[in-house]
């Protein structure tokens, strides 16, 4: 039977030391704060900025919600993001996606300050990922290698198949996991033979947005299984990219969704936003 690595616990771990961080900053006369941009019209984005929301309170950090409505223009959003970007009591902003397809998301990721930018979404803080040499952490991977770390599993040497190469997840994890001197390798929507890699991999990373994607034959007994997928089905219920109830049984432990690495990614960014505060205030 796996160890099921559970995101939930490991979350709270984290964030008791982020809070221990804003209490810090805040003796010394510094709330850490955080801008929330939403575009009205995803309901799976206003769950998501809820969850940060709570995560904020519960850690003392400020947090304010800017909620545009679905027909904002380009320059009203990137006047928005100017403001804050000039504010001082507001040390991370993130401007959740996806946006409406009038709206440019790369213009969008490129005009928040670079010292702001708590998703590390903006190019600056992509190539410092990709350097090794980051202030911001790329909030999924991130939260994920502290899964793993929390676990004592160990992912030098091994050989790490991520499946799925996006900006946000794939490419970013497979740099955490190449920096920690693991054999990383992407496989994506047009990588020949998937199943014959999946099954070399130690530790299997699955990016992918499609429900029960990855199956029993496609894991080599004694696999780590990490799922990232965050698919609605029809009846609302949340489900992730491995079907659990196969893999469970051969892996030797495996993220749950939801559970797993969701809550992660939230801690991550409550970090981010206490060290831009940290940063900006001159104390690292
Ligand atoms: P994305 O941008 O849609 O990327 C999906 C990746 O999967 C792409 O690289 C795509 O390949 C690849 N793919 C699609 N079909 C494939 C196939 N048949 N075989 C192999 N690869 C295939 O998605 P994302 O933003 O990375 O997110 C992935 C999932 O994670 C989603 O369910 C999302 O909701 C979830 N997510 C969860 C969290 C969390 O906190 N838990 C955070 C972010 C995302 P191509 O590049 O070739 O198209």
Do not use: W
């Amino acid at each position: 039977m796996a160890r099921i690595i559970d995101g939930k616990e490991i979350s709270a771990a984290f964030k008791e030391r982020v809070k221990a961080q804003v209490e810090e900053l805040k003796s010394k006369g510094i709330t850490p704060g955080l801008a929330v941009i939403i575009v009205e019209g995803d309901p799976a984005s206003r769950i998501y900025v809820n969850n940060k929301k709570k995560a904020c309170e519960q850690l003392g950090i400020y947090s304010e919600e800017h909620a545009l409505p679905n027909d904002v223009t380009q320059e009203e959003l990137l006047a928005l993001i100017s403001s804050l970007n000039n504010r001082s009591d507001i040390n991370g902003i993130l401007c959740q996606l996806p946006l409406p397809p009038h709206l440019d998301e790369e213009k969008v990721i490129n005009s928040i300050s670079p010292n702001k930018d708590v998703d590390a979404f903006h190019p600056m803080n992509v190539g410092r990922i990709m350097i090794g040499n980051f202030d911001f952490l790329p909030c999924t991977p991130a939260g994920i290698m502290e899964m793993l770390r929390y676990c004592d599993i160990d992912v030098e040497g091994k050989h790490c198949v991520v499946i799925g190469r996006s900006n946000i997840v794939g490419k970013p994890m497979a740099m955490l996991m190449l920096h920690k001197n693991a054999t990383v390798t992407i496989c994506h929507s047009k990588t020949r033979n998937l199943k014959e890699i999946t099954r070399t991999a130690d530790i299997l990373v699955a990016a992918v947005g499609k429900a029960n994607f990855v199956t029993a034959d496609m894991v080599k007994p004694g696999t780590v299984v990490i799922d990232v997928g965050m698919n609605r089905l029809e009846d609302g219920k949340i489900t992730g990219d491995v079907d659990f109830k196969a893999v469970e049984p051969i892996s030797s432990a495996i993220t749950p969704v939801p559970g797993g690495v969701g809550p992660m990614t939230i801690a991550v960014l409550m970090q981010n936003t206490v060290t831009a505060a940290r940063r900006q205030n001159g104390f690292i």
